[in-house]
């Protein structure tokens, strides 16, 4: 494979673009900064397809990146591969509002290949092709220049690699017949709602207990305007105010801006400048959540009580024993809600009872609920056996 040196220049990167527009796939990787920020700071890009690899250098000066955004989120006809990407996805999002698509993702085609549920990048190349990846320059400040020799080597390892192992995976899941189970999976990764941060929407990252309608009201309007804060001055959420202190707010709203130096987590200025009467404005506009906004009750299993969370614990036992059996990761079957919401008596709207997932689990599980299946232990080995193979 042929390794360009790191593209600073808009010629040279459009030349890469129109020819890996050609290539089946592609292989993508960021590094990016965002510790200090709002927003990530996108500091490299690596892209490769079987032939060649680059770094490219969105700090350049004057870099036109189009021809690369193009590639990434209009061509249809390139499939991209990342790793674990949903960050890498969320960058190009914040650059053009759109994800890249098609979409394979390995960590997630890893969970149908029995690898576990988050295979790092480093397990995953170790696995396949029998490389130990040098995690020397993982700690490097991408923002900084210039970037030497071996940072770059290592940030072009990460889609060189890549590049190696899909056409293996791809392979194997082909002989498996499970390539089939990760199209929704790759759809709802590469689905733009995912990554667009909604002011309006902030509120529901924000844990508190309680369920009143006036309470959750100043949580969604506190939240909306820090969102805005946030973004506004490029800095991370909780820089403005961390989730604590907001729902102390929120529960407990102060009645006059100079009350603001009362509370803890906030700095006494804000009794007086400007981010305060701010602050004091939000919860001035806020109105009780609607019944529709509510969130679900805690239990979020009407019904259940104590036999149904013993139920609950079954299918929970039972998703264990299918993912073994089939050697794949519990995650991508089920999820706990999910064998919750079952266990109350839900039987529609649930993932797990659709497609493949009926197939692999699903039905086994509404069996056992419904006292068609039970647990046995043969051979010293914990299986399922059917109610009527015992009449």
């Not at 960021?30 to 700071?41: A, C, G, K, N, V």
């Not at 590049?163 to 017949?177: C, N, Q, S, V």
């Not at 403005?240 to 529960?251: H, P, R, S, W």
Request: aromatic share 6%; with cysteine; proline share 5%.
């Amino acid at each position: 494979m042929h390794i360009h040196p790191l593209i600073t220049d808009s010629a040279t990167l459009a030349d890469l673009c129109a020819r890996l527009a050609k290539a089946d796939f592609i292989t993508v990787d960021t590094e990016f900064m965002r510790e200090s920020t709002y927003w990530p700071e996108l500091c490299l890009i690596q892209i490769a397809d079987v032939n060649e690899a680059a770094a490219i250098d969105p700090l350049a000066p004057g870099l036109d990146m189009k021809p690369l955004l193009d590639l990434l989120v209009e061509n249809e006809e390139v499939l991209k591969v990342v790793h674990a990407g949903g960050q890498d996805i969320e960058i190009v999002y914040n650059l053009t509002g759109k994800t890249p698509h098609p979409l394979f993702d390995t960590q997630v085609a890893a969970m149908a290949l029995g690898q576990g549920e988050q295979i790092g990048y480093s397990n995953l190349v170790d696995s396949w092709l029998g490389i130990v990846v040098d995690k020397g320059a993982r700690f490097t400040d991408w923002s900084r220049r210039p970037l030497d020799a071996r940072q770059i080597e290592y940030a072009i390892g990460d889609v060189t690699h890549l590049a190696a192992i899909f056409p293996k995976m791809l392979e194997k899941l082909r002989k498996t017949g499970r390539g089939a189970w990760l199209d929704q999976e790759m759809e709802r990764l590469a689905d733009p709602s995912n990554y667009a941060n909604d002011p309006d929407l902030a509120w529901k990252r924000v844990r508190v207990s309680g369920r009143k309608p006036d309470m959750l009201g100043r949580l969604k309007a506190l939240a909306r305007w820090r969102e805005l804060e946030a973004q506004a001055k490029d800095l991370p959420r909780g820089r403005i105010v961390k989730d604590e202190t907001l729902g102390d707010l929120a529960g407990n709203p102060p009645r006059k801006q100079a009350d603001l130096a009362k509370v803890r987590g906030l700095s006494a200025t804000w009794a007086g400048n400007d981010i305060g009467a701010r602050l004091m404005q939000a919860l001035a506009d806020a109105t009780p959540l609607s019944i529709d906004e509510l969130p679900p009750r805690d239990d979020r299993k009407p019904g259940l009580g104590k036999e149904g969370s013993l139920v609950a614990d079954l299918l929970k036992l039972l998703l264990k024993i299918r993912s073994r059996d089939i050697d794949v990761a519990s995650k991508l079957l089920a999820r706990s809600d999910e064998l919750e919401a079952l266990a109350a008596g839900v039987r529609t709207g649930l993932p797990m009872l659709q497609g493949w997932r009926y197939d692999q689990f699903g039905r086994d599980a509404v069996d056992l609920v419904e006292g068609r299946l039970a647990f046995a232990v043969k051979g010293g080995r914990l299986k399922m056996t059917r109610a009527e193979d015992d009449a």
